[in-house]
T-cell receptor, first 112, second 118 residues
Framework: QLLEQSPQFLSIQEGENLTVYCNSS?????LQWYRQEPGEGPVLLIA?????ELTSNGRLTAQFGITRKDSFLNISASIPSDVGIYFC?????????????FGKGTKLTVNP | GAVVSQHPSWVICKSGTSVKIECRSLDFQATTMFWYRQFPKQSLMLMATSNEGSKATYEQGVEKDKFLINHASLTLSTLTVTSAHPEDSSFYICSARVLAGGIRDTQYFGPGTRLTVL
């Protein structure tokens, strides 16, 4: 199972909105978005469990695709502290389904 | 959210020595914990799945004799890197699985341990 994440790099101005995408040919039982800062572990931002589920966490909004194969994460009104690497991670539906499959990450830079 | 801690946060050791890294779930019990390895500018790579009271399940290509995992209690899993070599230098991250009933299965990550082998 592979998760394709795009874009790989994103550089925006403070106050702008941004969207990160994640898609796969595989079906996932859940899809989670994490943010990681240098030298730290990933921090859970949003977890999605139902097909089509749309969830917000402050300025962050994420949706799980109807087919459970894709998702997006939107950040509105970006601020400098939003910088970091954003990962999507899908939980499989087959045996060993407790494992998470990670995308390669999106490195976000926010310019003041 | 659930809190996972790791100790130490960084360690430097000489080649040939063994290093133990602890992963604790602080405010919940975790029957399943996971150990990941992350190289610079790369994503997380799952090394093994640790289940309380049973042997860990290692991913393909991960040497079980080199990376010893013990999950002796519902709040503690340890990873021991035996006979460490410079190529074992990496960022090691653990996570703990929280089951909130039904399908709401979420993993929370520790802050990571930076291992440098000289």
């Amino acid at each position: 199972q592979l998760l394709e994440q795009s874009p790989q790099f994103l550089s925006i101005q403070e106050g702008e909105n941004l969207t990160v995408y994640c898609n796969s040919s595989s079906v996932f039982s859940s899809l989670q978005w994490y943010r990681q800062e240098p030298g730290e572990g990933p921090v859970l931002l949003i977890a999605l469990y139902k097909a089509g589920e749309l969830t917000s966490n402050g300025r962050l909004t994420a949706q799980f695709g109807i087919t459970r194969k894709d998702s997006f994460l939107n950040i509105s009104a970006s601020i400098p502290s939003d910088v970091g690497i954003y990962f999507c991670a899908g939980q499989g539906t087959q045996g060993g389904s407790e494992k998470l499959v990670f995308g390669k990450g999106t490195k976000l830079t926010v310019n003041p | 959210g659930a809190v996972v801690s790791q100790h130490p946060s960084w360690v430097i050791c000489k080649s040939g020595t063994s290093v133990k890294i602890e992963c604790r779930s602080l405010d919940f019990q975790a029957t399943t914990m996971f150990w990941y390895r992350q190289f610079p500018k790369q994503s997380l790579m799952l090394m093994a799945t640790s289940n309380e009271g049973s042997k860990a399940t290692y991913e393909q290509g991960v040497e079980k004799d080199k990376f010893l995992i013990n999950h002796a209690s519902l709040t503690l899993s340890t990873l021991t890197v035996t006979s460490a070599h410079p190529e074992d230098s990496s960022f090691y991250i653990c996570s703990a699985r929280v089951l909130a009933g039904g399908i709401r299965d979420t993993q929370y990550f520790g802050p990571g341990t930076r291992l440098t082998v000289l």
